[in-house]
């Protein structure tokens, strides 16, 4: 096996690891008593609230929160009337005690037993009006994020507004206090409404409300199971770090990126698809060829290409000559990752009787490669096919660089250039409208990996995909500039992009649909999934959202004067 090694230069970074101040040791007398430990979210929030406390807190803050808000509206109606010094409790609050909010199931509680004593005659009141006023619940959070407002009624920023969600109050003859009704899918309604609250917040840059709307979004997260649960977990995390400014360095360490998609791969169908598309198109380019090249813009483990080189191998007629180039970004140890991926595929060549080249190129980016070193031949004696899976997206992040490697793949002159690109736009220069596409793209992959059955819930692989997912939601929410590198496109862009480039699209055929659907219903069972043909283009999506696309493009036939 011929193998050669160019060694980009690489400015050493080191990796920041983010230390939140506010893990201290905890006195072990306040953990004595219970055998549960503190809620891992919470705790990143600055609170402390064990597991086991978890549903008694949450049913408290329920409870807290309806206090608040009436003594808020009792406290407007007083002072109209200017009669500040008996208004509302919170004079009673305000001179008393200061609590320690850190400590959130005794602060909860301390200010459920003051409040409820000065406010009893007033709630019993105040319930009834509640109950006449129908589009109240949500026009407290700010914005037209949370609640279509009327095109008269201008969003309210008030800093000071408590944020009041949707609830039901009844008045227990017995006792004549509320009884506060909790319902877990109304919960998630809030909890989605809350996150775009404060996401519409930090786009205005009010951080004093962000921060509150992001401990409650907090709290409403962790009494979710399941998919919401998880992927409010990592939106909320990336939210708290953009408002406190912990910027993670490296957020997406390709070491690490690398390793984590292993793990993804195993778990759901997405990475299968992508390869086992992309591979058709090749395969059906190489159908004649006697010596073939497939330059792979991020070649990572070479999972893509023992299927590949197995259908050549079976080839009527026998097997070409195929010669691999693997591009891939240096590792933190300096490793030769590439060469032993080189190795275990010539190994697995030589076995199958296929006369196999490797080359393998470090480059911190696409856009630093360049197409002479590459060994190219002319195409009347080598086809080549150029292939990229996941790795254009984060050039936009780079001025120029898109371009540039256009340029190259021409300078190429592939047969095919297949594609595979997540279908989302996160790649929008306003913020809230990036959150949002985000919110609901990645919603859909949580809960395709939760109902996909591929791994255990609890599984190396689960945990490590949701963690790889993960990591993308922090780049596209707490990054901004060079930082930000997860940009995801949909197709029209990409369509446009590359037509203007001077490619032309290649149909995939409705083979490739065929037996994508197929090999879906054998990995995954095909609940929930669904193969699209989108004009020559194939989508895997989950029910009705497309997630990733596969499209194959070749040189433009015809050029301009």
């Known amino acids: 096996m011929k193998r050669d090694h160019q060694q980009e230069s690489r400015t050493n970074s080191s990796n920041s690891t983010i230390t939140d101040n506010n893990n201290k040791q905890e006195d ?4 004595s008593s219970s055998s549960g430990g503190m809620d891992e979210l919470l705790a990143v929030l600055g609170y402390k609230v064990r597991s086991s406390d ?104 008030d800093t000071n507004k408590r944020v009041k969600t949707d609830q039901s109050i009844l008045l227990s003859p017995a006792t004549t206090r509320p009884v506060v009704l909790i319902d877990s899918q109304e919960t ?51 939210l708290a770090r953009r408002i406190y ?49 497939v330059i792979d813009f991020g070649l990572k483990q070479g999972m893509q290409w023992p299927a590949l080189m197995q259908a050549l191998a079976w080839r009527p007629g026998g097997p070409p000559t195929f010669r691999l180039t ?5 590792q933190p140890d300096n490793s030769d990752a590439l060469q032993d991926v080189g190795w275990k595929l010539a190994q697995l060549a030589d076995t199958i009787g296929v006369e196999f080249e490797f080359r393998g190129f470090v480059a911190n980016s696409l856009a630093d490669l360049d197409p002479a070193i590459l060994n190219l031949r002319p195409s009347d004696e080598e086809a080549v096919a150029v292939n990229s899976v996941f790795e254009l997206h984060p050039l936009l992040a780079r001025p120029g660089g898109m371009n540039k490697v256009l340029s190259s793949i021409k300078a190429m002159n592939p047969k095919i250039v297949t594609i595979v690109e997540p279908e989302a736009n996160h790649n929008s220069p306003v913020f809230l409208d990036r959150f949002t596409e985000s919110l609901h793209y990645y919603s859909s ?97 989950w029910h009705t959202r497309p997630l990733i696309t596969t499209s194959a493009w070749q040189l ?6």
């Open 445 to 541: 992959l949580f809960d395709s990996l939760e109902a996909s059955g591929l791994s255990a819930p609890a599984s190396p692989d689960m945990v490590m995909s949701e963690v790889y997912l993960g990591k993308q939601i922090c780049n596209i929410v707490a990054c901004e500039g060079a930082d930000r590198v997860e940009r995801h496109e949909t197709l029209d862009q990409w369509r446009n992009r590359l037509n203007s480039a001077g490619f032309e699209p290649v149909h995939l055929g409705s083979n490739a649909y065929k037996q994508a659907s197929m090999l879906l219903a054998l990995f995954a069972g095909g609940d929930g999934y669904r193969v699209e043909e989108n004009d020559g283009c194939l989508m895997l999506g």
């Open 28 to 31: 072990s007398s306040s953990l």
């Open 54 to 157: 978890m549903a008694q807190v949450a049913q408290n803050l329920e409870h807290l929160e309806s206090l608040l808000l009436t003594s808020s509206s009792s406290s407007h109606h007083h002072h109209d009337n200017n009669n500040d010094n008996d208004n509302n409790g919170f004079s009673q609050l305000n001179d008393s005690t200061h609590y320690n909010p850190s400590d959130l199931s005794g602060w909860v509680q301390s200010l459920l037993s003051e409040l409820t004593n000065e406010e009893d005659d007033f709630l019993v009141t105040q319930a009834s009006q509640q109950q006449q006023q129908q589009q109240h619940d949500l026009r407290a959070i700010p914005g037209a994020a949370a609640l279509q407002l009327n095109d008269n009624e201008p969003p309210d920023y």
């Open 326 to 330: 693997g591009i891939g970004p240096p």
């Open 245 to 293: 400014k912990i910027y993670p360095q490296q957020c997406l360490d390709s070491f690490d990126v690398d390793v984590l998609q292993m793990h993804f791969y195993e778990t759901c169908p997405y990475l299968k698809f992508a390869h086992f598309t992309a591979n058709q198109a090749i395969l059906e380019v190489f159908a004649t060829a006697t010596s073939v090249h």
């Open 188 to 238: 998630g309604v809030r909890l989605v409404h809350t996150l775009m609250a404060c996401a519409e917040a930090v786009q205005q840059e009010n951080m004093k409300l962000a921060d509150a709307l992001v401990k409650h979004v907090g709290l409403l997260a962790a009494s979710q199971i399941g998919a919401m649960r998880k992927v409010a977990t990592y939106f909320v995390e990336a």
């Open 556 to 561: 433009a036939t015809t050029t301009d004067d």
